[in-house]
Nanobody, 113 residues
Framework: QVQLVESGGGLVQAGGSLRLSCAAS????????MGWYRQAPGKQRELVAA???????KYADSVKGRFTISRDNAKNTVYLQMMSLKPEDTAVYYC???????WGQGTQVTVSS
């Protein structure tokens, strides 16, 4: 059974930082491409960042230079370090195993101005 469990969301002031974690089970994590997505109210879900086998990465233009995706294959965990947060980063953040229909339950990130 595949499980993706996010944690680390919360309420933070603009300019602050948060680190999201996604613990995966039921998959061969070390060869899995993993992504972080977000969905704000009234908007479509969008890719924030992805990390591939070999740890190459890609980012949405809106978060480049502020967010960092990383992985720990020993812990089957993918992280999203978010810095210099802005109110427009407010959304539910989801972990996703790329090229599949496996999603986490989401974690709320709220950035106050």
């Amino acid at each position: 059974q595949v499980q993706l469990v996010e944690s680390g969301g919360g309420l933070v002031q603009a300019g602050g930082s948060l680190r999201l974690s996604c613990a995966a089970s039921g998959i061969v994590f070390s060869i899995s491409a993993m992504g972080w997505y977000r969905q704000a109210p009234g908007k479509q879900r969008e890719l924030v960042a992805a990390i591939f086998r070999g740890s190459s990465t890609k980012y949405a233009d809106s978060v480049k230079g502020r967010f960092t995706i990383s992985r720990d294959n020993a812990k089957n965990t993918v992280y999203l370090q978010m810095m210099s947060l802005k109110p427009e980063d407010t959304a539910v953040y989801y972990c996703h195993k790329e090229l599949t229909n496996y999603w986490g339950q989401g974690t709320q990130v709220t950035v106050s101005s």
